[in-house]
Nanobody, 125 residues
């Protein structure tokens, strides 16, 4: 089993930047596809970005393309989400997730079996 811990969330003004971190421990997921999801109040959890085990393939939701960048450092067992040009609609709890069952570059929450506890991102207008 791999455990995931997110950090880096906070309060930022619109147009600002934040970098989220997802640290993996336990049976480390260096060979797992990793994803970032977010969930705003009253809304379903949605994919933000995903990255395959080697970092050679990524996916971004249309709403964050060109603003967010997902990356990973296998040596540090860490996945990052660099968020630039933040908007109030980016406000949500952001979750890191791991696919240990090898669904491929999954874009739905059903394709991920391990989740972190989440980190709050709030963007003020």
């Amino acid at each position: 089993q791999v455990q995931l811990v997110e950090s880096g969330g906070g309060l930022v003004q619109a147009g600002g930047s934040l970098r989220l971190f997802c640290a993996a421990s336990g049976r480390t997921g260096s060979s797992y596809t990793m994803g970032w999801f977010r969930q705003a109040p009253g809304k379903d959890r949605e994919i933000v970005a995903a990255i395959n085990w080697s970092g050679s393939n990524t996916y971004y939701a249309d709403s964050v393309k060109g603003r967010f960048t997902i990356s990973r450092d296998a040596a540090k067992n860490t996945v990052y989400l660099q968020m630039n040009s933040l908007k109030p609609e980016d406000t949500a709890v952001y979750y890191c997730a791991a696919d240990s069952l090898d669904y491929g570059l999954g874009t739905t929450k059903l394709e991920y079996d391990t989740w972190g506890q989440g980190t709050q991102v709030t963007v003020s207008s």
